[in-house]
């Protein structure tokens, strides 16, 4: 499975921005996706993931209530929209698979794509 994250940016605080998870390959063998980021100096972070199938989401505290995933079945897209940005959210974001609901939720991903820097401004 091949994964391509796109839609980073630069946005001013209070801003929104949508990132973009495009899969390839065999995505049948995709349980759900998540989304990481890290950044600079920062360990990686865990930010949210969805089931591919149930749409069943989980969000990290520090993004509930401003982020959110939606998905495209058809296109194997998943989005994150994310609003009312805050500088503390500037980092690369990554895309990542894991291939069975055990995986997911444990937190073991299969795949991982490029990153896409997302930059916030104050």
């Known amino acids: 499975v091949q994964l391509q994250a796109s839609g980073g940016g630069l946005v001013q605080a209070g801003g929104s921005l949508r990132v973009s998870c495009a899969a390839s390959g065999r995505t049948w063998s995709v349980y759900g996706k998540g989304w990481f980021r890290q950044a600079p100096g920062k360990e990686r972070e865990f930010v949210g993931r969805?089931?591919?199938?149930?749409?069943?989401?989980s969000y990290a505290d520090s993004v509930k209530g401003r982020f959110t995933f939606s998905r495209d079945n058809a296109k194997n897209m998943v989005y994150l929209q994310m609003n009312s940005l805050k500088p503390e959210d500037t980092a690369v974001y990554y895309c990542t698979a894991a291939s069975s609901v055990g995986k997911l939720i444990r937190g073991e991903y299969d795949y991982w794509g490029q990153g896409t820097q997302v930059t916030v401004s104050s």
């Open positions: 969805i089931a591919w199938s149930t749409g069943s989401v």
